[in-house]
């Protein structure tokens, strides 16, 4: 069963940057897509971004293109989302997850990390 720990999240004001973090632990990561998501108080989850398994192909929501970006290092286990230009309006819990492809459907995904909160101040 693998689990997955987000870290990197804090408070920043608007137009800082912070890079999130999601380590896997408990078996092999590499051969899956990564999807970070977020979730905004009483609201659904949103996607964010995907990457393969490779890291060749990533794909973005509209709402963050040019301002974030997705990585991922296989041989470090790490699966990581640099975020610039922050705005009050990307506060929300983060989220990493698994899955056999990459996809906008939080439904796509086999494993989740528990979130870690992202505040904006204007």
């Known amino acids: 069963q693998v689990q997955l720990r987000e870290s990197g999240g804090g408070l920043v004001h608007a137009g800082d940057s912070l890079r999130l973090s999601c380590v896997a632990s408990g078996g092999a990561s590499s051969g899956y897509a990564v999807g970070w998501f977020r979730q905004f108080p009483g609201k659904e989850r949103e996607f964010v971004a995907h990457i393969n398994w490779s890291g060749y192909i990533t794909y973005y929501a509209d709402s963050v293109k040019g301002r974030f970006t997705i990585s991922r290092d296989n041989a470090k286990n790490t699966k990581d989302l640099q975020m610039n230009s922050l705005k009050p309006e990307d506060t929300a819990v983060y989220y990493c997850?698994?899955?056999?492809?990459?996809?906008?459907?939080?439904?796509?995904?086999?494993?989740w990390g528990q979130g870690t909160q992202v505040t904006v101040s204007s």
């Open positions: 997850a698994l899955g056999l492809k990459g996809s906008v459907v939080d439904t796509e995904y086999r494993y």
